[in-house]
């Protein structure tokens, strides 16, 4: 992994596509092991069952937020929510 600086007060980790994309999903886990609330700020934008897959595997790799594009619309939003669920444990 390349190195990465974080400011000493910053209690956030935000995830963006790039670093997703270079050091897949064991990023959050890392972060999430350095004491970090982590955001995948992956914008997910796709049909309800395949967002509902990925916010479950978000959510289960140890993501505390997540980002979601409103123009998936209701249907897309409700199976983000049973993902999180399903990743959670819960519900």
Known sequence: MSELVVALDFKDAQIGLELFCAEGPEIITRFKEMGFKVFVDLKFFDIPNTV???VRSATRAGA???SLHAL???RMAVAAREGRAEGA???
Do not use: T
């Open 52 to 54: 509902k897959g990925a």
């Open 64 to 66: 505390d937020m997540l």
């Open 72 to 74: 998936g619309g209701e």
């Open 89 to 91: 444990g819960g519900e």
